[in-house]
């Protein structure tokens, strides 16, 4: 199960930091991703972290803006959002992958946690 949260209300150029924890004894051996849906939209990746951390991978459009990060320790995957615009206002969810680090469809998924952006 995945449990995401940390989103809120903020203004353009503001911050937001989103965290995912999972249950269980086996997160440490999952890829996990974030993804984003916002109305009238497709889902989107956002970015995503191999099992160890030692790989991560990026939308384009939140490059340098975002970073993902992990606590296999704490079962919890991190997304510090900063220089927040208001296209990046959406529903926010965590994702758990057993294949290696890609942009596609993950294994299982977390409730979302909304992130609004106002200019």
């Given at each position: 199960q995945l449990q995401a949260c940390g989103g809120g209300s903020v203004q353009a150029g503001g911050s937001l930091r989103l965290s995912c924890t999972a249950s269980g004894h086996t997160f440490s051996s999952y890829t996990m991703g974030w993804f984003?849906?916002?109305?009238g939209k497709e889902r989107e990746f956002v970015a995503g972290i191999s099992a160890s951390g030692g790989?991560?991978?990026?939308?384009?459009?939140?490059?340098?803006?975002?970073?993902?990060?992990?606590d296999n320790d704490k079962n919890t995957?991190?997304?510090?959002?900063n220089s927040l615009k208001p296209e990046d206002s959406a529903l926010y969810h965590c994702a758990a992958e057993t294949g290696t680090l890609h942009e596609g469809e993950y294994d299982y998924w977390g409730r979302g946690t909304q992130v609004t952006v106002s200019s």
């Open positions: 984003r849906h916002a109305p790989s991560t991978l990026y939308a384009d459009s939140v490059k340098g803006r975002f970073t993902i990060s992990r995957v991190y997304l510090q959002m």
